[in-house]
């Protein structure tokens, strides 16, 4: 597994194409997205990526992920790269789908979870998978108790991903700095 984060528009989306590019020549590459089009920036942002993905060589097969993960893509193998864009967004919607939830913590730790196996299970596989997320860690923490959950489940969440995966990255103004 390969873990990049970055700040947001940093060039991180760039980075882990150019990645799975160099590593699925000749596989199979499917781009699970997870942005949800609710307004004309969100349109917009998912319009670029799309044009992007068509610029390319690569086949891409992409596949929309807003909590659950398609069937499609329950079982992988060695011919097969993921590029997971992104985790802030997932995490997103199943915050906002679990909001009305009476027992929404249950729900929450449910699909993180899920998403861990799932991740594994894919790893386990032989497929390479590329997990794209965005920092929003360095923020001073929130007056809104929703948004210091959000951070404090999406820090767990990236800690998690580091020590899942081989290799990871940061990536601030088109700059690449490996971790691990």
Not at 18 to 45: H, P, S
Not at 99 to 106: F, Y
Not at 153 to 163: D, K, P, T
Request: charged share 25%.
């Amino acid at each position: 597994m390969i873990f990049i984060t970055g700040g947001v528009r940093s060039g991180k989306s760039a980075f882990a194409e150019q990645l799975a590019a160099k590593i699925g020549t000749e596989k199979n590459c499917y781009y699970v997205a997870t942005g949800m089009a609710f307004d004309e920036e969100m349109k917009k942002r998912i319009l670029h990526h799309q044009l992007d993905r068509k610029e390319q060589e690569m086949n891409w097969t992409t596949t929309e992920m807003q909590v659950e993960v398609p069937k499609q893509l329950k079982h992988l193998s060695t011919k097969d790269v993921v590029l997971f864009e992104c985790v802030t967004t997932w995490l997103s919607n199943v915050l906002y789908r679990s909001e009305r939830d009476s027992a929404r913590s249950e729900t929450i730790h449910n699909c993180i979870e899920t998403l861990q196996k799932q991740l594994l299970a894919w790893q386990a596989q032989g497929a390479t998978i590329i997990v794209v997320s965005n920092e929003v860690l360095d923020e001073l923490p929130s007056n809104y108790e929703e948004v210091n959950m959000y951070r404090r489940l999406l820090g767990e969440l990236h800690q998690w991903l580091v020590q899942q995966s081989d290799e990871a990255y940061e990536v601030q103004f088109q700059l690449v700095q490996r971790w691990k």
